[in-house]
């Protein structure tokens, strides 16, 4: 069974930035854009960005000038960066799968970072 | 960036009743190639969101009957024909017809 864990800091200062990392285990690779969501506490849903097994990405223009999604194949993990973060860059962040039958969607999440950002 | 506006935003349901959601959007989802590309998911208390409709109607495998989907356009509506406690949560409809995908602000939904 295809899981994603997800690690990451979950304490930052302004400013700093923000690292998770999400290993794909017992599943291919390719053939799904690999996505990383926020949710901030009490909040609704946010699509960062994606990104596919040859490096293609796609991220928010509300976020594009802070954000870095990469990929490592050989270890089947992708990377979300996100710097000079703020107090407005605390949520739970949530790395996720899209592709699937019979419609790509949001098929499998991880479990969560909650990410807290703090003087 | 496509809108995506739900109501209500919280609903309190006795069992067995039945509850309707609704969620608009600021363009048209309808793609190209013809789909519609709206989805709903549930986010259960301290689980991530699981998908229920894509499409607009279509059910995903596993999904109980009582959910329902319907709607076209920038007009979408989720029917849950009998809600049972299982179900309480919160509801997001997103669109996936244009980047950035987007989600709906949530409705709660509690039981009576």
């Known amino acids: 069974q295809v899981q994603l864990q997800q690690w990451g800091a979950g304490l930052l200062k302004p400013s700093e930035t923000l690292s998770l990392t999400c290993a794909v285990y017992s599943g291919s690779f390719s053939g799904y854009y690999w996505t990383w969501v926020r949710q901030p506490p009490g909040k609704g849903l946010e699509w960062i960005g994606e990104i596919n097994h040859s490096g293609s990405t796609n991220y928010n223009p509300s976020l594009k000038s802070r954000v870095i999604i990469s990929l490592d194949t050989s270890k089947n993990q992708f990377s979300l960066k996100l710097i000079s973060v703020s107090a407005a860059d605390t949520a739970v962040y949530y790395c996720v799968r899209y592709g699937g039958l019979p419609v790509w969607h949001f098929d499998l999440w991880g479990r969560g970072t909650l990410v807290t950002v703090s003087s | 960036d496509i809108v995506m506006t739900q109501t209500p935003l919280s609903l309190s349901v006795t069992p067995g009743q039945p509850a309707s959601i609704s969620c608009k959007s600021s363009?048209?989802?309808?793609?190209?190639?013809?789909?519609?590309?709206l989805f709903w998911y549930l986010q259960k208390p301290g689980q991530p969101p699981q998908v229920l409709i894509y499409k607009v109607s279509n059910q995903f495998s596993g999904v109980p009957d009582r959910f329902s989907g319907s709607g076209s356009g920038t007009d979408f509506t989720l029917k849950i024909s009998r809600v049972e406690a299982e179900d309480v949560g919160v509801y997001y409809c997103?669109?996936?017809?244009?980047?950035?995908?987007?989600f709906g602000q949530g409705t709660k939904l509690e039981i009576k």
């Open positions: 997103m669109q996936s017809v244009q980047l950035p995908y987007t």
């Open positions: 363009q048209s989802l309808l793609h190209s190639d013809g789909g519609t590309y």
